[in-house]
């Protein structure tokens, strides 16, 4: 299968100058791609462990988030999206909305509007639903969701696998789409049952 063909139902497609920025000239199979990416993935964790502690709620944060997540597969890591998808908002859109979240974020925070697993949730679905990025949203906004978990109410990560791996379609994802649709729809509950709460 090309790395294009994104398989699982929820995924975002790249555009044909989006798979253009792949870094990594040989890759043609999703497998490949899957494993460069993980790679990455696991050392841009490695990064948020050790920096030093700033400001998280930030379009620079979530941007800085996305290119060490990201950045040695994809040449637009870190960079918004220009071209309209299936999920998500307007591209130009993109950068008002994400500071109204993480301005609404930080409120949250501040006042302990909800309880911190139902604020991460909110957060994260308020996230994909813009989807900053070409490609990357889900991953990078369950990260940024645990890293607002930590942070700002030191509270543990969701654990948003249970066992399974999102990247491809089983019970646990379909799960994850279904409440995320049904956010969209204004009903919590299902995404709230998801993160544990
Ligand atoms: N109906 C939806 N509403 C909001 N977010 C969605 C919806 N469907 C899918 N998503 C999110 O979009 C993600 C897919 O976007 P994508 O940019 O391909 O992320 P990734 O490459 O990390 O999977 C899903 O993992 C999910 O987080
Ligand atoms: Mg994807």
């Known amino acids: 299968m090309s790395p294009d063909a994104d398989g699982a139902a929820g995924a975002t497609p790249l555009d044909p100058d989006e798979r253009n920025g792949l870094k990594h000239r040989h890759i043609t199979t999703r497998g490949e791609l899957d494993q460069l990416e993980q790679a990455n993935i696991a050392g841009g ?102 890293v607002y978990l930590e942070e700002c109410f030191g509270h543990g990560p969701v654990d948003w696998t249970a066992g399974y791996s999102l990247q491809s379609m089983n019970e646990r994802r379909a799960q994850y789409i279904d409440a995320l649709r049904a956010a969209d729809a204004g009903d919590f509950e299902p995404l709230l049952a998801f993160v544990g709460l």
Not at 50 to 66: Q, S, Y
Not at 97 to 117: I, K, N, T, V
């Open 45 to 146: 964790l490695a990064w948020l462990a050790r920096r030093r502690k700033t400001d998280i709620l930030t379009e620079a944060f979530m941007r800085e988030l996305h290119r060490r997540l990201f950045g040695d597969v994809w040449r637009w890591a870190g960079t918004f999206r220009l071209t309209e998808k299936n999920i998500g908002i307007d591209p130009l859109d993109i950068p008002v909305q994400l500071r109204m979240l993480l301005g609404d974020a930080r409120y949250w925070a501040e006042h302990r509007s909800f309880a911190p697993l139902e604020a991460a949730a909110r957060f994260h679905h308020r996230l994909v639903q813009i989807h900053p990025f070409p490609n990357g949203n889900g991953r990078h906004a369950r990260i940024a969701a645990d």
